[in-house]
């Protein structure tokens, strides 16, 4: 696959605290690459950096070819991102919500216009165009915010624990949502801490105490670790971790 991610030794110091420490690893178009790790493994300062919000403090990557350092407003102009809590306006509606993030990434009306009642029609939400989204269940909630994220028809989207707080079958629907994303093209970089969710990425990556511990398919690795889960994959790389907060 033609790498859209491309790390070479990329690290993060605060002060003589290494956060995310020689980090290597390529992803592809269309690829679902699961970023694993626990709380103080050093993902979230990864992603940061990934998506041009914090500068390195040394190392080399790029993200759909531009470089994170000197090119972040173009990185930020061709990726996506979804955070826990979906970065959604509870006090505007399904539409204004639409509306609004196609032109903080600078769509144009007309194409606003379109998109929007592809969105509203894809997610059967017509009927609630005009609802606050203070007032979607979760799940409805999670599903826009998601979809509002790659409205611009982005390259890559970086998705922070999305499923956080969401029933099974929620959780479930949501990845159909992402298997279409990349069966388009679209890249998905996810972090989880459902082990489960592991499973359906074509590769995982397993950060511990700021490295990367092991990077495969979820397959590869349960062999490898003589596991019947992921769950038990990640135990075992995880259990001594010393790090506590991310």
């Given at each position: 696959?033609?790498?859209?991610?491309?790390?070479?030794?990329?690290?993060?110091?605060?002060?003589?605290?290494?956060?995310?420490?020689?980090?290597?690893?390529?992803?592809?178009?269309?690829?679902?690459?699961?970023?694993?790790?626990?709380?103080?493994?050093?993902?979230?300062?990864?992603?940061?950096m990934?998506?041009?919000?914090?500068?390195?403090?040394?190392?080399?990557?790029?993200?759909?070819?531009?470089?994170?350092?000197?090119?972040?407003?173009?990185i930020?102009k061709?990726?996506?991102?979804?955070?826990?809590?979906?970065?959604?306006?509870?006090?505007?509606?399904?539409?204004?919500?639409?509306?609004f993030?196609?032109?903080?990434?600078?769509?144009?009306?007309?194409?606003?216009?379109?998109?929007?009642?592809?969105l509203?029609?894809?997610?059967?939400?017509?009927?609630?165009?005009?609802?606050?989204?203070?007032?979607?269940?979760?799940?409805?909630?999670?599903?826009l915010?998601?979809?509002?994220?790659?409205?611009?028809?982005?390259?890559?989207?970086?998705?922070?624990?999305?499923?956080?707080?969401?029933?099974?079958?929620?959780?479930?629907?949501?990845?159909?949502?992402?298997?279409?994303?990349?069966?388009?093209?679209?890249?998905?970089?996810?972090?989880?801490?459902?082990?489960?969710?592991?499973?359906y990425?074509?590769?995982?990556?397993?950060?511990?105490?700021?490295?990367?511990?092991?990077?495969?398919?979820?397959?590869?690795?349960?062999?490898?670790?003589?596991?019947?889960s992921?769950q038990?994959?990640?135990?075992?790389?995880?259990?001594?971790?010393?790090?506590?907060?991310?």
């Open positions: 696959m033609e790498p859209v991610i491309v790390t070479e030794k990329l690290t993060k110091k605060f002060d003589d605290f290494v956060a995310a420490n020689e980090l290597t690893f390529e992803v592809g178009k269309g690829e679902i690459f699961g970023f694993l790790g626990a709380n103080g493994a050093g993902k979230t300062t990864a992603m940061r990934l998506c041009g919000l914090l500068k390195p403090s040394s190392g080399k990557a790029t993200v759909t070819g531009f470089d994170i350092y000197t090119q972040t407003e173009q930020k061709n990726i996506g991102y979804m955070s826990q809590k979906f970065s959604l306006y509870d006090n505007l509606t399904v539409k204004e919500n639409i509306r993030y196609g032109g903080i990434y600078g769509m144009r009306r007309k194409e606003i216009a379109v998109k929007t009642d592809e509203l029609s894809m997610l059967q939400l017509q009927g609630e165009a005009k609802t606050l989204v203070s007032e979607l269940p979760l799940g409805w909630k999670q599903k915010a998601f979809s509002v994220s790659i409205v611009h028809d982005p390259s890559i989207v970086f998705l922070d624990e999305p499923t956080g707080g969401v029933d099974p079958v929620t959780r479930r629907q949501f990845w159909d949502q992402i298997y279409y994303a990349a069966d388009k093209g679209v890249t998905v970089f996810v972090t989880t801490h459902y082990m489960d969710e592991a499973e990425c074509n590769r995982v990556s397993i950060m511990v105490d700021g490295v990367i511990a092991a990077l495969d398919s979820p397959a590869a690795l349960k062999k490898q670790y003589h596991s019947s992921m038990d994959v990640f135990y075992q790389l995880a259990r001594n971790a010393k790090r506590k907060a991310d």
